[in-house]
């Protein structure tokens, strides 16, 4: 198996290389479950991140990035792009996207009391891949 060592944010893992197409190759960077290097990245990535009053992220893997963002920034919020629309949305709001982890496109949903949240205010846009 091929794998990339990725030495971040104080922490190393051995990330399995994956193939995502004949000429792209990816290192399968997965946050869950792993409390240190979520704490750790939010940490640093925190320090890097302009001012901002409320974090987004899309379901799902960027969720628990996004919640320990905000926890450590003592933001009280933050909201997460849905990749369908859930019985409690009142007037969802769509975007379509394609990521370079999934083959084909996606959307991505919030409603609109999320919409209202971001509306006048700084959004911080997190994920788990870059």
Do not use: W
Not at 15 to 37: P, R
Not at 47 to 53: G, I, L, N, S, Y
Not at 102 to 122: P, S, V
């Amino acid at each position: 198996m091929n794998t990339f060592t990725l030495e971040v944010a104080g922490v190393t893992r051995e990330l399995k290389v994956c193939s995502v197409s004949n000429s792209v190759n990816i290192a399968a960077f997965i946050m869950f479950g792993d409390v240190e290097l979520t704490v750790n990245c939010a940490k640093e990535l925190l320090k890097q991140a302009p001012e901002h009053d409320i974090i987004i992220t899309a379901e799902a893997k960027g969720i628990p990035l996004a919640y320990e963002m905000a926890r450590q920034s003592e933001k009280n919020d933050y909201l997460v792009a849905r990749k369908g629309v859930k019985v409690y949305m009142h007037n969802p709001i769509s975007v379509a996207v394609k990521s370079i982890t999934t083959a084909k496109m996606q959307k991505l949903f919030i409603d609109e009391a999320d919409a209202a949240k971001m509306k006048g205010r700084r959004v911080l846009i997190v994920d788990d891949v870059i």
